[in-house]
């Protein structure tokens, strides 16, 4: 997986552009089956985890090319329903690919999807969908198969818990079922607003975009579309952050920052400015000097849990103490070891971190577990003093295209090894 060796110590100062959504791209990737013609998604981004659903679309018949930042997918000749094992154990957004298989091959086999190991990450609200809409789904193992006589049958399903992934699920699954669906207690995320644009752009008919109900008339065909995949909100926070770690100066163009509220409220309290002017971020972080007392992650519009572990490293860096409480994913807080290698003060339990900021972070050997974690370690290893190794550095790959040249653009010293 190679490693990442940085050398810190010195406020960042420098521009870079926000790459495409991980996040956003994919589920949009397996929204492609649903057609039998040609998506074009510009502004993709070039990373492992897209080039694992490229792989995985290919698997099943689609032809697909890249140009640029262009990925083409043609999925008239798609033919197969069942997903390499391997392919859907790398990647948990592989799940994403059973609500269009459903609805464009009546069927799917699937092994249960894999990703960071983050919590448990159950599925049962997934699989309740394609249950409600009236598919056969049976488990053996860790095999998931799932029939439709024919067809998926559009009905109302009120989720338990707001779900990215089981909304994204059911709106794939009922573009093309017979009736309508009424999809309650959506989650509120970005990326499914994304999702239902493009979905719309390509002949969906979907009410209450942007809202926890959704309403879906499913339609027989869909037409061929070219889509912007919009900027990675993750990615803009990361850099963010990273620029008040080292208390630096930072320019992020395509920044979404109506997307990134609750990040930018956070950044405020620890003494950041910041102002949106002509399309790009500015950011200046040499006022960051106050702890943030608690923080909890939350559902969209709220703390995303995908900065968690970023917001530890940051907090690192100020002296005070402060607590962050992870909600949505139970086992994610384990980059805390990591960061105490660093020299980091943090207490764990259950949900809870206590971190005691302000003590020096100098350089070590620490190791990435995952994809956001890794990207925290960065942040703290540009904060801290002398040269930082990172171990698994692929983990971070999985969701930035280019975070060594993107952070030596912004002034870090950075070097990636393979
Ligand atoms: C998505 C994001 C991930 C982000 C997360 C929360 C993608 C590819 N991934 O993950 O980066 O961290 O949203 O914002 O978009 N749950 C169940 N049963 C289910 C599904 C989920 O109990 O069937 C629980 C999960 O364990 C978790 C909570 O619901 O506690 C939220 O998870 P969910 O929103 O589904 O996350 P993902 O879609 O997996």
Redesign the pocket.
């Known amino acids: 997986m190679g490693e990442m060796i940085i050398e810190g110590g010195r406020p960042l100062l420098g521009c870079a552009r926000i790459q495409g959504s ?2 956003a791209a ?2 949009m990737m397996a929204a492609a089956i649903l057609h039998e013609g040609e998506v074009a998604l510009h502004n993709c981004p070039r990373i492992a985890d897209v080039f694992s659903m490229e792989r995985i679309l290919q698997s099943l018949g689609a032809e697909t090319c890249w140009e640029d930042h262009t990925l083409r997918i043609s999925c008239r000749n798609l033919r197969g329903y069942e997903i390499d094992r391997e392919d859907a154990a790398s990647m ?2 592989s799940v ?1 690919l059973m609500g269009s298989l459903l609805g464009r091959q009546g069927r799917v086999r699937i092994a249960h999807p894999g ?1 960071c190991t ?11 969908v394609f249950r409600a809409m009236g598919a056969v789904v049976e488990e053996q193992g860790e095999m998931l198969e799932a029939r439709t006589g024919g067809e998926l049958f559009g009905t109302r399903i009120c989720f338990p ?6 909304t ?1 699920n059911g709106i794939l699954a009922a573009v093309k079922a017979r009736g309508t669906t009424l999809l309650e207690n959506c ?1 509120l ?1 970005p ?1 499914i607003t994304h999702l239902c644009h493009f979905l719309q752009a390509m002949g969906a008919e979907i009410g209450g975009i942007g809202t926890r109900k959704l309403r879906i008339r499913g339609v027989r065909i869909l037409r061929d579309v070219r889509f912007a995949v919009p900027p990675d909100r ?1 990615v803009a926070g990361t850099y963010l952050y990273a620029a008040a770690a080292t208390r630096g100066k930072v320019t992020l163009s395509d920044a979404p920052v109506e997307e990134i509220s609750s990040i930018l409220r956070v950044y405020e309290k620890m003494g950041g400015q910041w102002e949106y002017n002509g399309g790009k971020l500015i950011a200046d972080a040499s006022g960051v000097e106050r702890m943030v007392k608690y923080t909890r992650t939350q ?2 519009p709220g703390f ?3 900065m968690q572990s970023v917001l530890m490293a940051v907090l690192l860096t100020i002296p005070g103490k402060g607590r962050i409480r992870e909600e ?3 086992d994610r807080l384990k980059t805390a070891g990591e960061l105490k290698k660093l020299g980091g003060q943090i207490h764990t339990a259950g949900r809870d971190a206590w971190i005691t900021g302000g003590e020096p972070l100098t350089g070590a050997r620490v190791e990435a577990r995952d994809l ?1 974690g890794g990207a925290a370690l960065a942040v703290a290893a540009l904060a801290a003093s002398g040269t930082t190794v990172i171990g698994n550095a692929g983990f971070v790959e999985r969701g930035y295209e280019a975070i060594d040249a993107d952070l030596t653009a912004l002034g870090g010293r950075i070097r990636r090894i393979p």
Do not use: Q, W
Request: with cysteine; proline share 8%.
């Open positions: 991980k996040n994919l589920p948990r957004s994403m990703g983050i919590g448990a990450r159950p599925i049962d609200l997934h699989l309740g818990i707001s779900s990215v992934g089981a994204e989650a995320e990326e993750i559902c969209y995303p849990t995908d949505i994913f139970e956001r």
